[in-house]
């Protein structure tokens, strides 16, 4: 085994021989949605954010960071790899929001093929994102440990939706064409730089939890979800509690030399938002 693939398992804290199999994809898949949390700090803090293999593995790995899209299924797209999967990137284009015109393309998630099906993987759309591999089959219904997902397919395209109060909200575009190492490079760069992208107006974290609960943060605003259900909403009363609840809450790792964060950078961050009356201190 591989130091990198050494350094991933013990981050899942994954004891278990890995096969390639679907019961080891769904396994890695939600323990990394557990583990290693969504969050785009280094966008407000700011710092540039590198997708080649060393950048992520120091970062999410070595460091206890989390990551959005391009770190997270980057860094799931190589460990597949290593254990012995079919796998690669693909490119979509975001829908949540009902944008008015097609957006670019600046969600990275993967392709799995596997025993003649093929697959979807995502451990990097937040607190909606996929928490299982779900089949590339078009309008079928599919469980997984935090949601009910399906497919929608029009020819080349296909648009990933979830179950919400009854009602299906489409989350992402996509087509299975080939990407480049360049093309994730630009999403990224476009994502952390554009002055629209919301990665720059707010705090966003989410960790998911093995009982089917979640985790998430904005701002200030921290939500624990049990199924679906608010178990506890609470406004952070300071920058302090708010250090405290990424490390404690969301296990994000602080003390990195290259990329850990101290409690006043955290408060240069939030003091950019007026959205809490403490968020200088």
Same mark, same amino acid.
């Given at each position: 085994?591989? &130091? ?12 278990? &021989? ?8 769904? $396994?890695? #898949? ?5 583990? /290693? ?9 700011? %710092? $540039? ?17 989390? !990551? ?38 600046? *969600?990275? =998630? ?6 003649? $099906? ?15 591999? /779900? ?5 079928? $219904?599919?469980?997984? &440990? *935090?949601?009910?997902y399906r497919l929608l397919n029009e ?25 480049? @190492?360049?093309?994730?490079?630009? !999403? ?13 107006? #707010? ?9 089917? !609960? ?19 909403? %609470?406004? =952070? ?12 809450? @969301?296990?994000?790792?602080?003390d990195d030399n290259k990329n850990g ?9 939030m003091s950019a938002f007026d959205t ?6």
């Amino acid at each position: 085994m591989s &130091p990198f693939l050494t350094a991933y398992f013990s981050r899942l804290h994954w004891t278990q &021989p890995s096969a390639v199999d679907l019961d080891t994809l769904r $396994e890695l #898949h939600l323990r990394h949605n557990c583990t /290693i949390p969504f969050e785009n700090l280094d966008v407000l803090l700011p %710092r $540039e954010i590198q997708l080649d293999d060393q950048s992520l593995e120091d970062k999410l790995l070595t460091a206890q960071r989390g !990551g959005y899209c391009f770190e997270q299924n980057g860094l799931f797209e190589r460990a597949l790899k290593e254990v012995g999967f079919n796998v690669r990137s693909i490119l979509g284009r975001v829908v949540l929001a009902n944008p008015p015109q097609m957006p670019p393309r600046t *969600h990275r =998630l993967l392709l799995v093929e596997l025993a003649g $099906e093929r697959w979807i993987a995502d451990v990097g759309f937040g607190g909606q994102t996929l928490t299982a591999p /779900i089949r590339l089959l078009a309008d079928k $219904e599919q469980s997984t &440990p *935090h949601g009910v997902y399906r497919l929608l397919n029009e020819g080349n395209d296909w648009i990933l939706q979830f179950l919400h109060h009854d009602h299906w909200q489409s989350m992402y575009q996509f087509d299975l064409g080939n990407q480049y @190492f360049t093309d994730y490079v630009m !999403g990224n760069f476009w994502s952390a730089h554009w002055p629209q992208s919301h990665f720059r107006h #707010h705090l966003l974290v989410c960790r998911h939890l093995p009982d089917g !609960g979640k985790l998430t943060l904005t701002n200030f605003q921290f939500t624990h979800w049990d199924n679906g259900h608010t178990a506890e909403k %609470r406004t =952070l009363p300071d920058v302090e509690s708010l250090y405290l609840l990424l490390q404690d809450s @969301f296990g994000l790792g602080v003390d990195d030399n290259k990329n850990g964060f101290t409690l006043a950078d955290l408060a240069a961050v939030m003091s950019a938002f007026d959205t809490h009356p403490q968020a200088g201190k």
